[in-house]
């Protein structure tokens, strides 16, 4: 027997629909979604009936465009807004849909063209090759064409496994998301710099600055990597074996002074990632030689043992210039956005925020001025951009905490809350822009937004945020 999938109907599945309907106590196995029970010629479920609460039917009107969690509540997105649309009845990606549903379903606010704003690290090539316990992939501008100002890597090293030693043309920031690694590098003064760093820790090596990093622990490491270029490529790192592969012995014989036998056995290309011996503590691998000195820049930092700002629905680190000095080209803030929560509308003037979620379901609607917005659904893996200036807030749709990372190509973390700005500009010139008609609302509004308070993360009145009326069914 062939069972009806989303790929379609065949012949002998709309011949067993047609006897399902000749007679009703014959089961017949369908899959769960509103276009395969209709392509069947099946009467919907009353989940999907017009009595349903599920946005995604003609009958469902909301006024107020309120997400919809369709991962959290197992439902298919359909393209139905307020009795607008249709259902579909050619190939559909049930699994994409679920992760996007306001590009399936977008809110009756989104308008005109965008270009794209998000990329699942999901859809990054893995590069594995040769290598001994560890992977990278990496979502540039060639996987995320928005993404001009900032390009990234996330990078798995198992125990004692080593990123070989080697520098770039681009400055690198990282947060660690799981496990232990070892950091070494040495500064423009020849200072030489080791560290050992867990989960939520930062590190930051300028353009040029050469360095290593090795798993530790029983399960080594994973972090992600950003750099300073959209256009940047892991491979095109300067590294250590590939540079005296390429490089004659007679010519690294003289450079060490020692006989050109002692390098007979250099590896013939780059190592990148190797499975190394596994290392000591800090005291006993510090290098002690006579000319050594330690560098007196800090290369790491603790970002998630900063104190947090604590908001009405959530927290707010922010990691700069002015707690991380090293740090001058990205500046970044770790926030968390608590379940029915907003990290609130607002813009940052002086560079593009790049995005990368840790945990939970977000919605983000960006504003680019002209009539211009559109929405994206982000979930854990993905990264989103926001373009400078762009109005925008993210949203958590789901019933579990966001974690979310706003990384910027800048040297301090700027934004303006649309908050703030209210309730820092003349009453009357307020009232006039936006309820020159309607006083009453007028008072009502300023008496919220006059104190002019910034709290980041929002947690609004569910009683005031949503209507008084609600969606409904008609």
């Known amino acids: 027997m062939q069972l009806l999938s989303s790929r379609g109907s065949s012949i002998p599945q709309l011949l067993l629909a047609g006897l399902a309907l000749s007679n009703p106590g014959l089961a017949i196995p369908v899959e769960d979604s509103p276009r395969q029970y209709l392509l069947a010629g099946l009467e919907l479920p009353p989940k999907y009936s017009k009595k349903t609460k599920s946005p995604y039917n003609p009958d469902y009107r909301d006024p107020f465009d309120r997400p919809v969690d369709s991962i959290g509540e197992k439902l298919d997105p359909l393209p139905y807004r307020n009795g607008l649309g249709?259902?579909?009845?050619?190939?559909?990606?049930?699994?994409?849909?679920?992760?996007?549903?306001?590009?399936?379903?977008?809110?009756?606010?989104?308008?005109?063209?965008?270009?794209?704003?998000r990329w699942s690290f999901a859809d990054s090539h893995v590069r594995i090759e040769e290598q001994e316990g560890g992977w990278t992939r990496q979502t540039t501008v060639r996987e995320l064409g928005s993404s001009v100002d900032l390009a990234s890597v996330n990078m798995r090293l198992d125990k004692g496994v080593i990123r070989e030693l080697h520098w770039h043309k681009e400055a690198e920031w990282a947060y660690v998301l799981d496990g232990e690694v070892r950091i070494t590098a040495i500064d423009y003064e020849g200072g030489n710099f080791i560290d050992d760093l867990k989960t939520g820790d930062l590190w930051?090596?300028?353009?040029g600055v050469p360095h290593s990093l090795q798993g530790l622990g029983e399960n080594g490491t994973e972090f992600l990597l950003i750099f300073d270029d959209g256009a940047f490529s892991e491979e095109s790192t300067f590294i250590l074996s590939d540079w005296l592969a390429h490089t004659p012995k007679s010519v690294i014989s003289k450079n060490?002074?020692?006989a050109p036998e002692v390098f007979e056995h250099l590896p013939k290309n780059e190592k990148y990632i190797f499975q190394g011996s596994y290392p000591g503590s800090l005291k006993d691998e510090q290098p002690t030689g006579k000319n050594v000195k330690k560098s007196k820049y800090n290369f790491s930092h603790r970002m998630l043992e900063q104190e947090p700002k604590i908001t009405s629905g959530g927290e707010v680190r922010i990691t700069d210039s002015k707690n991380f000095p090293i740090s001058k080209t990205v500046?970044?803030?770790?926030?968390t956005i608590q379940p029915g929560a907003i990290r609130e509308m607002h813009w940052h003037p002086n560079a593009d925020e790049w995005n990368f979620f840790l945990k939970g379901r977000a919605r983000v609607t960006i504003f680019a001025a002209q009539g211009t917005a559109r929405t994206f659904d982000y979930i854990q893996g993905d990264v989103g951009i926001v373009p400078r200036n762009m109005g925008h807030f993210v949203e958590n749709?789901?019933?579990?905490?966001?974690e979310m990372l706003e990384v910027f190509k800048a040297d301090e973390f700027r934004d303006f809350s649309l908050f703030q700005w209210m309730g820092e500009t003349p009453k009357k010139l307020v009232v006039d822009h936006l309820f020159q008609d309607d006083p009453k609302n007028g008072e009502i509004f300023w008496n919220k937004v006059k104190n002019a308070e910034k709290d980041e993360v929002t947690l609004p009145d569910p009683e005031k945020g949503m209507g008084s009326d609600g969606a409904r069914e008609l």
Request: proline share 12%; no cysteine; hydrophobic share 35%.
């Open 397 to 402: 749709i789901g019933d579990e905490p966001i």
């Open 204 to 207: 930051y090596f300028p353009s």
């Open 331 to 335: 500046a970044a803030a770790h926030v």
């Open 256 to 258: 060490f002074n020692l």
């Open 86 to 117: 249709a259902s579909v009845l050619g190939p559909w990606n049930w699994e994409r849909s679920r992760q996007s549903p306001d590009l399936v379903r977008p809110p009756s606010t989104d308008h005109g063209d965008m270009k794209n704003m």
